[in-house]
T-cell receptor, first 113, second 114 residues
Framework: NAGVTQTPKFRVLKTGQSMTLLCAQD?????MYWYRQDPGMGLRLIHY???????AKGEVPDGYNVSRLKKQNFLLGLESAAPSQTSVYFC????????????FGPGTRLTVL | AQSVTQLDSQVPVFEEAPVELRCNYS??????LFWYVQYPNQGLQLLLK??????LVKGINGFEAEFNKSQTSFHLRKPSVHISDTAEYFC????????????FGKGTKLSVKP
């Protein structure tokens, strides 16, 4: 049981390049989330999904897109990376919203030059 | 709108001393409250949560927290810390329902010194 996994662990991009971060969970959770973590800012929600085929915007969605084609996977895309998107990105999943524990992946450290 | 304030960004403490990490929240509705811990270069994991019932909640690794509705606080405590407790701790609040996403505080870095 791997829990929540993220690919890749590290990535360096140049401004304007695109990339996709992959999150996978093997707990059959309905809900999945993408956060970014910046020093002194805590975690901020980018996008989330309440089930296969559905996505919704979080607190800081600009510059990102997501897709949930399969229940176990949640992809985060950057179409044209900017230095302001340098951050550590965490994926999480949960059985339900609100009262349910979220399980986090190990994170992806992204640097945009 | 909900918000979470962690009153200390850094807390240094000596090994075997007690520690309290403070968290205040604001919300106009009933809330669920959480404490997560992040060890260096890792993801977050749940320490404990308050959903309802007893206001004193016990979690993993000897941590506990007390929900105080009148003071809108959810402070985390441990009577005797270990070096291995060095980590960043995040308080989070959720209001429940379909809009019940977690709102995180900015974190408190706990440094335990020998």
């Amino acid at each position: 049981n791997a829990g929540v996994t993220q690919t890749p662990k590290f990535r360096v991009l140049k401004t304007g390049q695109s990339m996709t971060l992959l999150c996978a969970q093997d707990m059959n959770h309905e809900y999945m989330y993408w956060y970014r973590q910046d020093p002194g800012m805590g975690l901020r929600l980018i996008h989330y999904s309440v089930g296969e085929g559905t996505t919704a915007k979080g607190e800081v969605p600009d510059g990102y897109n997501v897709s949930r084609l399969k229940k176990q996977n949640f992809l985060l895309g950057l179409e044209s990376a900017a230095p302001s998107q340098t951050s550590v990105y965490f994926c999480a999943s949960s059985f339900g919203l609100s009262s349910n524990e979220q399980f986090f992946g190990p994170g992806t450290r992204l640097t945009v030059l | 709108a909900q918000s979470v304030t962690q009153l200390d960004s850094q807390v240094p403490v000596f090994e075997e001393a007690p520690v309290e990490l403070r968290c205040n929240y604001s919300s106009s509705v009933s809330v669920y409250l959480f404490w997560y811990v992040q060890y260096p270069n890792q993801g977050l994991q749940l320490l404990l949560k308050y959903l309802s019932g007893s206001t004193l909640v016990k979690g993993i690794n000897g941590f506990e927290a007390e929900f105080n509705k009148s003071q809108t606080s959810f402070h985390l405590r441990k009577p005797s810390v270990h070096i291995s407790d060095t980590a960043e701790y995040f308080c989070a609040v959720s209001s429940g329902g379909s809009q019940g996403n977690l709102i995180f505080g900015k974190g408190t870095k706990l440094s335990v010194k020998p």
